[in-house]
């Protein structure tokens, strides 16, 4: 009896250490991470402090180029919170050992364009030709993914094409500038300037009727997450909340638009294909047993490096702090 006594004092006791650390390591501010030019509804809890307001306390946000970058800024300490992370980058550093979570859906969307430049006569039904020619891809991310998915597809051997890896924004510039034969772009103010000079190398039908989609995460340190998870919990409570009172009108999208950095228009035709799956169908459908966050992120394992059997990666994914 003394010895269940003297246990009971001892886990009691440990449990109040662990609460005393906890909360002695909780945050005072939260570290956000977001894209320019990536147009979603929480941009508008964004801009009217709803997160600040929910959480307790000041949440910043800073907008990167890329989701290896978003990656970089969390191995870093800088980055907290990574809003839209590119499912590849996310892999891809998962890959590596980096200590992220996926936590959850930020949106569904068709998998990003690669144009070619236009002149070159190359489309889908010769798209042999590209063999040899230069691309400009952001490595590592969504446009990285798809950019080899549409290669596979279309039977292109990738390892005879010149790879450069450019931002979106200087993707396009350089297929303007007649630098590269394609680019592979994200973001709708870059994939605009590109559709300007070239043309998408697949249709959105093909892109269907092959498979090829795609869809962004939130990601979390472990860190963060260990020590602060009922602010995770808000997080996504906050970002649930704006996607369910979002109805595409005009003073909607023209909020976004501004925190975006695009105009009105183009933020429309990007969000026309988004989609945002509700904490109910991300837990039934992308992070239950077998679900599509787990298949997807394995295959993409697979097309970056190798892990034959996705436990690397079924470590990492994490719905609880949907419930």
């Excluded at 980055?79 to 996310?90: E, K, M, N, T, V």
């Excluded at 300037?193 to 979390?220: C, H, L, N, R, Y």
Aim: with cysteine.
């Amino acid at each position: 009896m003394r010895k269940t006594i003297r246990m009971a004092m001892l886990v009691s006791a440990s449990t109040a250490i662990l609460l005393a650390s906890t909360a002695a390591h909780a945050a005072d501010k939260v570290n956000a991470a977001f894209f320019l030019e990536w147009a979603t509804p929480n941009q508008i809890a964004k801009v009217d402090k709803a997160y600040d307001k929910a959480m307790g306390v000041p949440v910043n946000w800073t907008d990167f180029k890329t989701g290896v970058a978003m990656t970089e800024a969390m191995l870093s300490g800088d980055i907290d919170i990574s809003y839209s992370q590119g499912l590849a980058p996310f892999v891809t550093a998962i890959q590596q050992g980096a200590p992220l979570k996926m936590i959850g859906i930020a949106v569904v969307y068709e998998a990003n364009d690669c144009f070619v430049k236009n002149g070159l006569g190359i489309d889908s039904s010769n798209a042999s030709e590209l063999e040899g020619k230069t691309v400009a891809v952001p490595l590592n991310t969504m446009a990285d993914y798809a950019f080899r998915r549409y290669m596979a597809s279309l039977k292109v051997d990738v390892s005879t094409m010149k790879i450069v890896d450019q931002a979106p924004a200087d993707g396009a510039q350089s297929l303007a500038d007649g630098l590269v034969d394609m680019a592979c772009i994200f973001g709708g103010a870059s994939a605009k300037a590109a559709g300007e000079v070239g043309t998408p190398i697949m249709t959105k039908k093909q892109k269907v009727d092959a498979g090829i989609g795609s869809f962004d995460v939130i990601s979390v340190t472990e860190k963060f997450a260990t020590e602060n998870p009922e602010l995770v919990r808000t997080f996504l409570e906050v970002t649930e909340e704006a996607n369910r009172a979002w109805k595409a009108t005009d003073s909607q999208i023209a909020k976004v638009a501004k925190d975006a950095g695009m105009n009105v228009p183009t933020t429309k035709k990007q969000m026309a294909d988004f989609m945002f799956p509700t904490a109910k169908v991300q837990l039934e459908q992308y992070f239950n047993k077998g679900g599509i966050a787990a298949s997807a992120a394995a295959s993409l394992g697979l097309v970056f490096s190798g892990d034959s059997d996705g436990s690397k990666i079924a470590k990492t994914i994490d719905g609880s702090f949907l419930n």
